[in-house]
């Protein structure tokens, strides 16, 4: 097992003392990075102690220790999983040769690319949170939201590792760069449109914990399956942290949902807005806009970018070894594709349908979370139940980009479109509803009335524990 530095200033794993070159320029990055979390990281608690998880070590012991720290003195550093021996590329043309080291020449836009994209949302979700806390809905969650923050913080930080150690002067531009644009900025926007959105009320933010954090756990499994080892090993770290943003958000629905039905028996004529709730319709609004806007971060249906980078070794599929052809040289995919107006079905180059094959895995994980929420409505005897729209419905990337579905997959005239957005999307009436609701408690053991408590608190520590000491 690799040992970790942590006395460094920059706490790693990658022997950054043995490279002083590239100790230099991160330790040049760093109040640089500092400066934008002052700026742009969460408003308000900066100086408060918060309950954090901090990675210390790669191993399954060391890499989740938990004491009071105050945000800005969060120990972000550099931790790469440990190597796999003799790793070979695992899928296409180069398939069983050994993985790269270093950037392949002819990679190397391309994989520069791909890093930027990742590393890009990371400190893009920070800023779109960053007012959440001043609304939090109790201790618990204002202390996940911060630990979500943080790592989201430390992702940046092993994105920009990968650009300044293997990119050169283009990378250390690049790292910059990720300091400087801003989530919904008209100027300087954050690259992908989820990350453009603001999130300023908890509905939100559970959605996209749930549903645009999953999107970024798939990236990260395909990314892992690289031939670029670094970038291997780098996302398979992320996704040990990542796996906390999303139980977040799939927690975090379900306890709304809970909530909703214990209020909606609570009244007598099952009014769960009289009784200070959150309607299952407006959840189910709110979880048909998230979706989309996730399933549009996998990119077109049909792709000949996915094609090259597969078969260039770059970027693999979910769990590549649990396939039997790694070439994917002569199958196909089934897909529905629009043509004059109809949906009809299509044979495609399975190359071609890489993102398709990624965002099938992510739509099936999806399910599975809501299956989890049903089963609360089910429990509390409540005959509604929540679904995943079609993936056809609102998207705005890909094949069916800007075509009138509804949520069930149907095309219809646009002008019934208009007419009935309202019934599938967060409308103005919703957003007003939930944002009376975004009320802070702040008291330990306190809870806002639309949420359930959780089932647990932090690592074996109760609900009322000061996750986050505010005085
Ligand atoms: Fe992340
Ligand atoms: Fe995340």
Not at 149 to 165: D, K, T
Not at 313 to 330: F, P, V
């Amino acid at each position: 097992m690799s040992t970790v530095d942590l006395s460094a200033k920059i706490p790693n794993n990658v022997d950054l003392g043995q490279d002083k070159r590239l100790l230099r320029a991160l330790e040049q990055w760093q109040p640089n990075y500092l400066g934008w979390w002052r700026e742009m990281g969460p408003d308000g608690f900066q100086e408060k102690d918060v309950w954090l998880r901090t990675a210390v070590g790669v191993d399954a012991l060391g890499w989740a220790q938990f004491d009071y720290v105050r945000m800005p003195d969060y120990r972000w550093g550099i931790f790469l999983a440990d190597p796999v021996k003799e790793r070979t590329i695992g899928f296409g043309d180069g398939y069983g040769q050994p993985a790269w080291g270093v950037v392949p020449g002819e990679h190397r836009n391309t994989l520069r690319r791909l890093i930027v994209t990742q590393g890009d949302t990371e400190p893009a979700s920070v800023e779109q949170q960053r007012r959440l806390g001043t609304s939090a809905p109790s201790l618990y969650d204002l202390r996940n939201l911060f630990q979500v923050n943080v790592e989201e913080g430390r992702h940046l930080w092993a994105m920009v590792y990968l650009l300044h150690s293997y990119f050169g002067r283009d990378g250390r531009e690049e790292a910059e760069e990720l300091l400087q644009r801003r989530s919904g900025s008209p100027d300087k926007p954050r690259i992908l449109g989820a990350f453009n959105q603001p999130i300023d009320n908890w509905l939100d933010f559970f959605m996209f914990t749930m549903f645009t954090d999953r999107d970024g756990k798939y990236q990260l499994l395909a990314l892992a399956e690289s031939g670029f080892d670094p970038l291997s090993r780098t996302t398979r770290f992320m996704l040990t942290e990542e796996a906390h943003h999303m139980f977040v958000g799939e927690t975090g629905v379900e306890r709304i949902v809970q909530r909703t039905a214990e209020l909606t028996k609570l009244d007598p004529n099952g009014d769960v807005r009289r009784q200070g709730g959150i309607p299952l319709e407006v959840i189910q609004r709110h979880l048909n806009l998230w979706f989309a806007l996730s399933l549009d971060l996998f990119g077109g249906e049909v792709s000949s970018n996915a094609a090259s980078f597969f078969a260039a070794g770059l970027k693999g599929r979910y769990r590549e070894e649990s396939y039997e052809d790694h070439l994917a040289l002569d199958q196909h995919y089934r897909m529905s594709v629009v043509r004059d107006g109809r949906v009809e079905e299509e044979e495609v180059p399975l190359r071609t349908a890489m993102n398709e094959v990624l965002r099938d895995g992510y739509v099936e994980d999806c399910q599975r979370g809501v299956d989890r929420w049903n089963r609360r409505l089910e429990e509390a005897g409540l005959s509604e139940r929540l679904r995943l729209p079609s993936k056809r419905f609102h998207r705005r990337i890909g094949m069916y980009a800007d075509l009138p579905f509804d949520p069930d997959g149907r095309l219809v005239e646009r002008g019934e479109w208009e007419r009935r957005k309202g019934e599938w999307l967060p409308g103005e009436d919703d957003r007003a509803l939930v944002a009376s609701l975004q009320k802070p408690v702040r008291e330990p053991g306190r809870i806002a009335n639309w949420l359930a408590r959780p089932a647990r608190g932090i690592k074996g520590l109760p609900f009322e524990y000061e996750y986050v000491r505010l005085d």
